[in-house]
């Protein structure tokens, strides 16, 4: 098969096309022939190298996917999934056979992979994933749309039901205008919740509909909370780590704070802890988000005719590797 993938970590230009022998599935496992993939700030960072974690090389990343079943393992019981299928694949799996998994949530597995980081993932014509990280693709949508969804859309949907995020709530997206940025706003938005976003680019997330954008100063921040909701946000959703004292800040009495993807800055914050309790503050961590979500976050969004944002596409991919 051939990938795109680097021998050595270092900047884009270490990425190349390589051949590789054509993967094989083992017991439990399916072969995925991949029809689109997409470009995350996880893909870049293992590319650059992540400290802690040791990727084998040579490395062929690449954290979202969709394509068609191609085989599958001997033995291999494919419950509801058939050859030929065109599915999605989960994030996040886990090791099967642990408390969590046994109740869907894979995520929550201290033994948890994630395609293009701790395996092989999309960056390739073929990847080999286990039966239990298919997700049924929807026809609702385009296969570059689809390609979008598993790690934005899947942890994003988590992020906000997590929070309890419902009509009329305010919400604060601490996250720019990377997928998760962008994702969380239309999620939101499709929710009928009113969203406050921090950027440094505010173009593109007042065409998404969010309602209030402002700037990473804190005063700014607080004065534009202050003008628009009764004491602070509903839910404030960090993503990026160094920020989770404004979202601590933000949030009104009993509010939700959601924090995750701390990954390439710091992950030491300073907190004042009470204001944290003093004002019922609830805070949540996570990560990846399981199978489940990210079916929940397609069903969700098929009914309401959400699309996901793409800034950009590259199309003929595989013609360029022959």
């Known amino acids: 098969m051939w990938a795109v993938g680097f021998e050595k970590h270092g900047d884009p230009g270490v990425l190349k096309v390589m051949e590789f022998p054509d993967l094989r599935p083992g017991p439990g496992e399916v072969i995925i022939r991949v029809l689109a993939t997409s470009l995350n700030r ?29 085989s599958a393992g001997p033995g291999t019981d494919l419950g509801e999934f058939r050859v030929g299928d065109l599915v999605l694949v989960s994030n996040a799996w886990g090791c099967g056979s642990c408390r969590f998994c046994r109740v869907g949530m894979e995520d929550h597995c201290q033994s948890w992979t994630m395609p293009g980081f701790h395996v092989w993932g999309g960056y390739g014509e073929l990847v080999r994933v286990p039966v239990r990280a298919l997700v049924r693709a929807t026809r609702g949508m385009t296969i570059n749309e689809l390609a979008v969804l598993p790690l934005a859309y899947g942890v994003s949907w988590k992020a906000l039901r997590v929070a309890n995020v419902g009509p009329g ?24 919740a009113r969203v406050i976003a921090v950027t440094t680019r505010p173009s593109l997330l007042r065409t998404l509909g969010v309602d209030v954008v402002v700037g990473y100063d804190k005063e700014e921040l607080m004065r534009a909370i202050n003008e628009n909701t009764d004491g602070g946000v509903d839910a404030a959703i960090d993503s990026i780590g160094d920020t989770l004292p404004m979202a601590l800040d933000a949030v009104r009495p009993e509010g939700t704070v959601v924090t995750f993807g701390v990954l390439e800055k ?26 489940s979500y990210l ?27 022959s």
């Open 266 to 291: 710091s992950s030491t914050v300073q907190i004042d802890i009470r204001r944290f309790y003093l004002r019922h503050t609830r805070l949540i961590g996570i990560h990846n988000a399981s199978g």
């Open 169 to 192: 709530d305010w919400v604060l997206v601490l996250g720019d205008l990377g997928g998760v940025g962008t994702a969380l706003t239309i999620l939101a938005k499709a929710l009928g």
């Open 42 to 70: 996880i893909d870049t960072i293992v590319r650059r190298g992540y400290p802690g974690i040791p990727v084998k090389l040579p490395h062929v990343p690449g954290a979202d996917m969709v394509g068609y079943i191609e």
């Open 295 to 321: 079916k929940e976050a397609i069903n969700f969004m098929v009914s309401r005719d959400v699309r996901p944002f793409i800034s950009k596409s590259i199309k003929d991919a595989q013609s360029s590797m």
